[in-house]
């Protein structure tokens, strides 16, 4: 059974329809591909880069099994000279990249590909894939983390809602290097190396003869890892309740460590729910809130003074709910030593080896130049190279790294970048050299 | 490595640490699940159920591997008897559920998993993350294939940006059937079966020396397969040298079938591509366009009488953007004999085992009374059952009379339900069976 996780069959028809007019051409020259997203969406403000690291590995380990081949076969399609190129292929290119967490705007790489024509057309759809769905789920953890500032750890929940088995794992991951403390969805512990939090379900507390024993018994059974459910009848009674349950779990030295509210008005019942475990002595007990949240509604809880200490951000994280895209593109700059472009009616491209110069004023983000390589501004080179010849230049970093960069990066944003609601654009310039390559290429076109 | 696509570890740690607990307390009753959406959303009359088939294979085959057992005891979280029950567990449960592609409404269970309360609580989190987005998907291109109303060809081309690679999978299989004629996503042919379709990107025209050599050279190397992107540089001018391209191709045997535009007005340059092809002598020239289409951008091209062919239907669909997730759940309706409900407020249950009645007015769908298991009414039953004790009562259907029965569904919808924007909701009646159940388990909670 082919695994649409590794198989370079997980493509678009046209990649192998296009590597048949290159191969048989002989358009083997050096190819150079940026991927960039066109245009800010609205209710965002600014984007991060994820995923680089997943690119990397698919690179690597990029082959055509047997499997494959066959079926490519099979379908009649193809000549044998593109087949016996797939039999063959390995990534031999270079990869620059923006570092994983980096901070973006639109129009500005976070990866470029240069390797052989049919290489980098190959790898086109997997690339946009990866790179997408994650930076999408980064950014949107971003301003979940932004939101929070501090005052709630925050986990992802969003497993079941999220669209299919790899946007679940990518969500704990981009959320997780994005500021979260956690993931409930277990694989992403073995996977990723990322803390895993969990607690009970309504079923839980509906099977039981009654709630109180329904908190008794998942104590005994999870002695280090007691939070508890309190809304499946009454919140503001299931507190009580607990506060009960906590004395009977105390005597056998098991420790209440949290109550979560899934539903009802959140900012009452949360306050209300405060006061009775405090006035039951149980001042320690955290109060963690689940459903429909995210970054517009942690705001909202903090702004009402609610007493949370920690929220599950599922489903609207993890499908980025109010953008649940970016309009991306991965787009051929150069061919053959020649820059090239695209004029498409509103997706018109900008040509040549990209390179983005960031200047910070201390330690805040001031301005970005987007220029060619080789043409040196002020600032921050924020494009490295990653992958020569198919190789790493480093072994993977680690993900808490990444996390510990991505916070950096989110902590340098200007105060009216961090804003929930659309605010003036980050100033991006275009250098002179950029825009006389343009020109240049334009007229030929002519 | 672990699998995430069949791993059971792709799950919320709480239905671990809720299994410790049933294990320790010997809770091994009977319990019944239901999955339902509970709201229907903004702009959806009517949702289309799919995932069943990928469901059942994921019931079939779930094991805990070495591998994961391993992870599990050296996390420390978990005592021997539960790891004992893991090493073994099997799903013997039963499985009722909707045929795949029947049409539904909100509170309708799609599936009802009777099984052992650990069983049954153990899958919740991935039966979910199957039926939610494959649902989303069947349902968002059900509109899709309503608004094209037989006019044109739908052709799923959304990889790159659905939410990783299980996403591009899905969307492939949920909207070939609910109608599209296939997906641009390789895999999906080796995998499902599916009809593949592809052109070229604008990369290929631009690393060519000009327009016309990349049609040509695109077209020898593609002979049975020849539609050509004409956006590049300009449509218009791109409609002219197909005609040039495609009277050097006959030359050689090899007839052009199609143009496709990407970008700009396409209602306005449809129409003159149309007379330039015409006037070419290429009136049997299909016209395919792409670029954020979406049901709506299909009904508003064929109002203004766009003389459009084909539609590539990508990120608005793989994402179902304007819907990007549903109010869904997986709830306990009864244990050990007993229903089962929660009051949490706005989202209360329904107790017991249901079944959906739907009657019909001459082939169109009139109304629904759902109620519980052996209260019979007018109509046909919907809930049918596909597994007994982890086994199928039949064999694993094919995918071409699953679109079959999709179509015939979509076919079946009353005229008012098809309607892109809100209309009024069809009817859905509780039965008094229903209604009593609920009123008994209610006071027996007071």
Do not use: W
Request: hydrophobic letters at 40%.
């Amino acid at each position: 059974m082919m695994n649409p996780l590794t198989s370079p069959l997980l493509t678009d028809l046209y990649q192998l329809t296009m590597l048949q007019g290159y191969i048989d051409h002989d358009m083997h020259g050096t190819s150079v591909f940026e991927f960039f997203v066109r245009i800010m969406p609205d209710n965002r403000n600014f984007l991060i880069a994820a995923g680089l690291e997943t690119v990397l590995t698919f690179l690597e380990e990029c082959r055509f099994s047997p499997e494959d081949l066959e079926f490519l076969s099979n379908t009649g399609r193809f000549s044998a000279n593109l087949l016996d190129y797939l039999e063959q292929f390995r990534f031999s290119g270079d990869i620059h990249a923006m570092p994983e967490g980096t901070v973006f705007f639109p129009n500005e790489p976070i990866i470029r590909i240069t390797a052989p024509l049919p290489e980098a057309q190959l790898i086109e759809s997997r690339i946009i894939n990866l790179l997408h769905y994650q930076s999408l789920i980064a950014t949107k953890a971003a301003r979940c983390t932004i939101a929070a500032a501090g005052r709630a750890g925050l986990i992802d929940f969003g497993l079941r809602r999220t669209h299919g088995a790899e946007a679940g794992l990518f969500a704990a991951r981009s959320s997780y290097i994005a500021g979260f403390a956690g993931t409930s969805t277990v694989i992403a512990e073995p996977l990723y190396g990322i803390p895993i939090f969990g607690t009970m379900a309504h079923s839980f507390i509906e099977a039981q003869a009654n709630e109180e024993e329904a908190f008794i018994n998942f104590g005994i059974s999870n002695p280090n890892n007691v939070t508890l459910l309190i809304d499946t009848y009454d919140t503001v009674r299931g507190a009580e309740k607990v506060v009960t349950a906590a004395a009977f779990l105390r005597e056998k030295g098991i420790t209440v460590r949290g109550v979560r509210l899934d539903s009802g008005n959140i900012a009452d019942l949360s306050k209300r729910v405060r006061t009775i475990l405090d006035d039951g002595g149980l001042r320690d007990v955290g109060i963690f809130v689940s459903g429909n949240m995210d970054e517009y509604t942690i705001r909202d809880l903090y702004e009402q003074a609610a007493p949370i200490t920690g929220f599950g951000v599922g489903t609207r994280m993890d499908t980025s709910a109010d953008v649940p895209y970016f309009d991306s593109a991965y787009k051929l700059t150069e061919y053959a030593g020649k820059p090239r472009l695209k004029k498409s009616e509103g997706k018109a491209t900008l040509p040549g080896r990209k390179q983005v110069y960031r200047r910070f004023d201390h330690n805040t983000m001031a301005g970005d130049i987007m220029t060619i390589e080789g043409d040196s501004h002020e600032g921050r080179p924020l494009v490295r190279h990653y992958m020569e010849r198919g190789e790493r230049l480093a072994p993977a970093l680690d993900l808490t790294d990444i996390r510990e960069f991505t916070m950096q990066q989110i902590d340098g944003l200007p105060p009216y970048l961090r804003k929930l609601e659309k605010t003036s654009p980050y100033p991006v310039e275009l250098s002179k050299a950029l825009l006389d390559m343009k020109e240049e290429i334009e007229e030929t076109l002519e």
